[in-house]
């Protein structure tokens, strides 16, 4: 089967390299500095259903591939690189995903655009990461521009816009 993944991998990496990768330019921000609705683009959407992912499939991440393990995790506004606990559709674990971090608001939003295999190339994706019962919500000593959680696992869903 690790074939086929490769395959397939290979196939949504030169759809995404023909067709461009929207990430994050543009998005609008809310009062309170968090991100405002967002389209997933049509790429990303082809390449989720190349890969057999649909909207609410999950898989438990790391949060920060820099953090892993860490009691508390630091997140900062910017950048981010989450790395797989568990096979995510043709993803196996240790593959990453690409994103952007923003901490401004009550809880840290992380908006996912790309993922990688370990062995392939970047595709496009949406998801976004999520904890239930509030632990996506920053503690009270996160300075400005960052946000500590409390652990640093958390779930990655697909979904078909930012919202």
Do not use: H
């Amino acid at each position: 089967m690790p074939n086929v993944k490769a395959l397939l991998l290979s196939f949504i990496a030169l759809l995404s390299a023909s067709s461009g990768c929207t990430t994050t330019g543009g998005v609008s921000l809310r009062a309170d500095g968090s991100p405002g609705p967002q389209e997933c683009p049509e790429e990303a959407k082809k390449a989720m259903r190349y890969m057999k992912l649909r909207v609410g499939d999950s898989a438990l991440i790391d949060l920060d591939a820099n953090q892993i393990g860490s009691r508390r995790v630091t997140l900062y506004d910017g950048t981010i690189e989450s790395v797989l606990r568990e096979e995510f559709g043709p993803l196996g674990t240790t593959s990453r995903l690409y994103g952007q971090v923003w901490t401004s608001g009550p809880q840290v939003v992380i908006r996912y655009y790309e993922a990688q295999a370990p062995d392939g190339d970047k595709v496009p994706l949406c998801a976004v990461a999520r904890l239930g019962d509030d632990q996506m919500r920053k503690l009270p000593e996160s300075k400005p521009g960052t946000a500590i959680l409390e652990g640093s696992v958390a779930a990655a869903f697909i979904v078909d816009a930012f919202r």
